[in-house]
């Protein structure tokens, strides 16, 4: 699990009010660009990557839109009240407003100096050179030191044209990352794999998840987590047209191929565990189709029991849960500027 520490700090509430369903909803990070993955660091900080807004170039076509280049990407700490970037100049490419931007994805920690960051992407790794020799970011895994200092440890975009364990189009969008003991697990949500990240550099296939032509689908998996069995549990946004309860929850055991959890979902984009052993689904959106309706926070008893906990978001794209059993949920995660984390009590 991503948790490493209950988090104890005092957070200072920059809003807050009683939710849905009698959740109470504070907002505890704010002014963020394109918020995404969470954890806590091993010092007790809630950290958060911001995939940020661009820049100025260069430009290329891609995802439909013109994209602009921009080390605009970062990573931001609340740690004893107070929000600041502790990394910042990390690669991002949007269209000229800023919003929806790929770059940094998720974050792991392995003890202190063993911080993580997935680099997204979200297309043909060859396209990465349109943005110029910074293009080359795009794709990979980078390792943040304490100073703030950062490195790139593995590129991922280039095992997967290498490579292409799924078969199908080339495509790499590296978008979870789960850091372990001599090893990184990365969910390529472009890839529609799972692979594994040694301490020396060296990737590897540890599974695939069915997409087009075997189902009306792809699989877009969009978070690795442990399970309280020691599984990997990775959960799946779909493609397009996003149809509502096509997105599963994929139990993977190294070794056997990956096995329906869950099912009945729609673009679910991340999952934690809870203290009582809960899962909790965080769901893009809830529209019939497409991308429409608010996102939700969906538990999951052990008996299988399917609560809401909260159905109001907008665009959130991360959750985490600490040893209390209070949530956190990046918010408006698409966004420029008003990018939030929420803490929800339930």
Known sequence: MRRFRILTMALIAIAAGPGAFGATITTVMSALDNPRGLAFGP???????????????????????????????????????????????????????????????????????????????????????????????????IQLSAGGTWRVVADVSAFETLANPAGGIIDSNPHSVLAEPGARIVADAGGNDLLRIAANGHLSTIAVFPSRPDRPTDAVPTAVIHGPDG??????????????????????APGSPPEIFLGGFKTVIDIDFGPDGSLYVLEHASGATGLGGPGRVIRVAQDGTRTVMIDQLARPTSILVDGNGVIYVSNFGTSVGSGEVLRIEP
């Open 231 to 252: 599984a990997y549990y990775v959960s799946e946004l779909t493609g397009m047209p996003f149809a509502d309860g096509a997105a599963n929850i994929y139990r993977v």
């Open 43 to 141: 010092e007790g900080g809630l950290y958060v990557v911001e995939a940020g807004r661009g820049g100025t170039g260069p430009c290329q076509m891609l995802r439909g839109a013109l994209q602009c280049y921009g080390p605009s990407g970062a990573v931001t700490r609340l740690w004893r009240g107070n929000q600041e970037r502790i990394v910042t100049g990390l690669p991002s490419n949007a269209p000229s407003t800023g919003e929806s931007a790929f770059g940094p994805a998720d974050i792991s920690f392995q003890g202190r100096g063993g911080a993580f960051v997935a680099i997204g992407f979200g297309g043909n790794p060859a396209l990465r050179s349109g943005f110029g020799l910074p293009g080359a970011l795009f794709g990979t895994l």
